[in-house]
């Protein structure tokens, strides 16, 4: 009886353990750095964090290894970005939820033009770039509580892959490039799909179904885990591959909105926080993917 009794209060302990996990966060830069639309956060080669609303809509700001910051590109006319990615050559691409664009910052340049553009879009949210360049989108209608899902071939067209989804938001590609996620903010759904050899989708499976709070943005880190921002719960969800919650990582702020890697090791995790205008860091199991 005793064994049976310590045996339950050890699987209590880990189950716990695995629920959340109290690390202290650090702040970088001060709040209001960015406005409350900041998001998209992305790193390039050379250790420089970039995120759009930097001071002001329309802007995408960087911050360099020493702290110090700026505005990087002002985007053209009503655009306004929200997913930011680099490719495998250092080229920056931004969803631009206003103009229903993909815009692309070549690598060494500070100009944003159009790289793909499809007006049927009802937001162009959040991107994900496969290791063979394929650009996925994910597509809101936050008034309908309804998504789409769409592609970037290799010819700059954007290509429907699935419609009537629910509120598409934060998306991802594994690290092996055969699987894509997808997740549904107000339904709470993160979806697989197993990404076929002409860049399209299949056999959608749920990978993971929330009873409370939205989500936003996703990351992997390289062993395949996703890092999935808990928004209004103030928190980050760490998913390995086998659905299995590893960790739950509490932030000081409740609106992280998206999340990336970063730092000499790759492990550092970069949140942007919307109700702060700045950023969260804390450590990573393992580096980032991309």
């Not at 960087?62 to 050559?89: A, T």
């Not at 939820?97 to 793909?116: C, F, Q, S």
């Not at 938001?169 to 002409?198: A, C, F, H, M, T």
């Amino acid at each position: 009886m005793k064994v049976k009794i310590l045996y339950v209060i050890f699987l209590i302990g880990m189950v716990s353990s695995c629920k959340s996990s109290k690390v202290d966060t650090k702040d970088l830069l001060p709040e209001g750095t960015f406005t409350k639309g900041i998001e998209g956060p992305a790193v390039d080669s050379k250790g420089n964090l970039y995120a759009v609303n930097y001071q002001e809509e329309g802007t995408i700001g960087i911050v360099y290894e020493n702290g110090q910051s700026e505005v990087f590109v002002r985007l053209q006319g009503e655009s306004i970005g929200n997913g930011i990615r680099f490719d495998s050559k250092g080229d920056m691409y931004i969803a631009d939820y206003v103009g229903h664009n993909v815009l692309k910052v070549e690598n060494g340049t500070r100009e944003a033009m159009v790289w793909a553009h499809q007006k049927d879009m009802s937001q162009p949210n959040d991107l994900a770039i496969s290791p063979n360049g394929t650009i996925y989108l994910s597509d809101p209608n936050w008034e309908e509580g309804t998504g789409r899902l769409w592609m970037v071939d290799a010819s700059k067209k954007i290509i429907l892959l699935e419609d009537n989804m629910g509120t598409t938001n934060g998306i991802e590609v594994s690290p092996d490039g055969k699987q894509l996620y997808v997740n549904e903010s107000v339904q709470r759904k993160v979806w697989r799909y197993d990404i076929d050899v002409d860049g399209g989708i299949s056999n959608k499976s749920l990978f993971m179904s929330f009873d409370d709070f939205g989500m936003d943005g996703m990351r992997c880190d390289l062993a395949g885990n996703l890092y999935i921002t808990r928004y209004d719960k103030g928190s980050i969800a760490i998913l390995s591959p086998a659905k299995k919650i590893i960790k739950e990582i509490q932030l000081k702020g409740k609106k992280p909105s998206n999340i990336t890697f970063g730092g000499q090791n790759g492990k550092t995790c970069f949140v942007t926080m919307a109700d702060r205008g700045c950023f969260e860091t804390f450590e990573a199991i393992h580096p980032g993917a991309f």
